[in-house]
């Protein structure tokens, strides 16, 4: 089961390689530890909302987008296959994450025919 506070560290990396960043980058532009961003993007260490506010700021991203939304909201002890998803799509790549757009917009387009 993942934490909340693993949920949050997954969606602030996804965010932050989204806006093609490195964790240094993020920290430096941040005025944080590159340490400090590792740990908080692990799970390992719960960010103040002052390191939130800073984040967001930094990657044009508002603060309720590290919660999630909807079907993608962070939960605590969250276990289901949508977490794991996103968990497993966090650590991807930009060129990994379009292949895996496209294998999921097959997929769907199989689902729409079939019904």
């Not at 532009?29 to 993007?41: D, F, L, Q, T, V």
């Not at 993608?72 to 969250?78: G, K, S, T, V």
């Not at 650590?91 to 079939?114: N, Q, T």
Request: charged share 30%.
């Amino acid at each position: 089961m993942a934490s909340l506070q693993e949920q949050v560290g997954d969606l602030i990396r996804y965010h932050r390689e989204r806006a093609g960043l490195t964790q240094a980058e993020l920290a430096d532009r941040a005025g944080r530890s590159i340490e400090m961003i590792g740990r908080i993007e692990r799970g390992r260490s719960s960010p103040s909302f002052e390191t939130l506010e800073e984040l967001s700021r930094v990657l044009n991203t508002p603060v309720r987008e590290f919660f999630g939304s909807g079907p993608f909201e962070a939960q605590a002890d969250r276990s289901d296959p949508l977490q794991r998803l996103v968990h497993g799509l966090s650590s991807l790549g930009p060129s990994d994450l379009e292949w895996i757009e496209r294998l999921f917009e097959v997929a769907l387009s199989r689902k729409a025919r079939s019904q």
